[in-house]
């Protein structure tokens, strides 16, 4: 699916992620004598990728950051990075200490799985070599493929998991054609499915090659098999399904088997998304 071969996002602020200084990266005394007070927020946000103490000095002055939704200016300000919400022009920043948020492009055939007891082959095997201990958020069955991510971070995955907080997921599908006129209409309409109505937030025709025919879904419904039991119910069994986005993140040009870290931009994204 040549589709797939889109450009992998990138960070808006990728250069500034790097501290251009030994300030940024050499430990703060003062915070480290006192654990109780907090960390300073410059030092939070360095360490968030937002640069160097002193670029985030600039930031703090410059009135884009709120903590707990009180926007902070002054400098020296202590907040404990596992508890405080921290927002940088309106996104939140991933604060608590050790925070992981991957996204991988799972193979066909790999169980959405961390282990398996009768040793077949799982997303968890993909990221063995991390020591965090990482779950997987959501799932793909094993014949289908593309993006899941992967968290150390409780509390939005189970935001992202949770059916208050519908994100919208990006499909790419390879069924039979050819597709009639109405079948558009028809998911966008709702089908009737052993448990109930599903509707689609949107449907496009990609492209065709002989007797395939791709279209891109989009939906918000996270039942089990949705886009499979859809498509058959109109007539057009799934022969290959690709997932491409969730929400705000792209697979992108992502290998098969292979993970990345979000950007921050990301990560902020969605949290937006579940009103975090």
């Known amino acids: 699916m040549a589709e797939l071969d889109a450009?992998?996002?990138?960070?808006?602020?990728?250069?500034?992620?790097?501290?251009?200084?030994?300030?940024?990266?050499?430990?703060?005394?003062?915070?480290?004598?006192?654990?109780?007070?907090?960390?300073?927020?410059?030092?939070?946000?360095?360490?968030?990728?937002?640069?160097?103490?002193?670029?985030?000095?600039?930031?703090?002055?410059?009135?884009?950051?709120?903590?707990?939704?009180?926007?902070?200016?002054?400098?020296?300000?202590?907040?404990?990075?596992?508890?405080?919400?921290?927002?940088?022009?309106?996104?939140?920043?991933?604060?608590?200490?050790?925070?992981?948020?991957?996204?991988?492009?799972?193979?066909?055939?790999?169980?959405s799985a961390m282990s398996d007891d009768r040793g077949r082959r799982t997303v968890g095997d993909l990221v063995g070599d991390r020591a965090e201990r990482l779950f997987h958020v959501g799932r793909l069955d094993a014949d289908s493929e593309g993006l899941l991510l992967l968290t150390n971070d409780g509390e939005l995955a189970h935001r992202l998991m949770h059916p208050s907080y519908v994100v919208a997921k990006t499909y790419l599908v390879e069924v039979y054609g050819p597709v009639a006129r109405d079948v558009g209409r028809r998911l966008r309409a709702g089908v009737e499915l052993d448990d109930g109505v599903v509707a689609v937030d949107a449907f496009r025709l990609v492209g065709s090659a002989a007797n395939r025919v791709h279209i891109e879904l989009v939906l918000h419904e996270g039942r089990k098999h949705v886009v499979r039991r859809l498509l058959a119910e109109v007539g057009h069994p799934v022969q290959r399904l690709v997932r491409t986005a969730v929400g705000p993140v792209v697979l992108g040009s992502l290998k098969n088997g292979r993970s990345r870290h979000l950007t921050r931009h990301e990560v902020g994204a969605l949290y937006q998304a579940v009103g975090l």
Request: with cysteine; hydrophobic share 45%; proline share 7%.
């Open 7 to 111: 450009a992998e996002p990138r960070d808006a602020d990728a250069a500034a992620a790097k501290p251009d200084d030994a300030d940024a990266a050499k430990p703060d005394d003062a915070d480290a004598a006192e654990p109780a007070a907090g960390v300073r927020l410059q030092r939070v946000l360095a360490q968030a990728g937002y640069g160097s103490r002193r670029a985030c000095e600039e930031i703090i002055a410059a009135g884009r950051v709120t903590v707990d939704g009180r926007r902070i200016t002054a400098q020296g300000v202590r907040v404990d990075p596992a508890r405080a919400a921290v927002s940088v022009d309106g996104l939140r920043v991933a604060t608590a200490p050790g925070a992981v948020h991957l996204a991988l492009n799972k193979p066909r055939g790999v169980l």
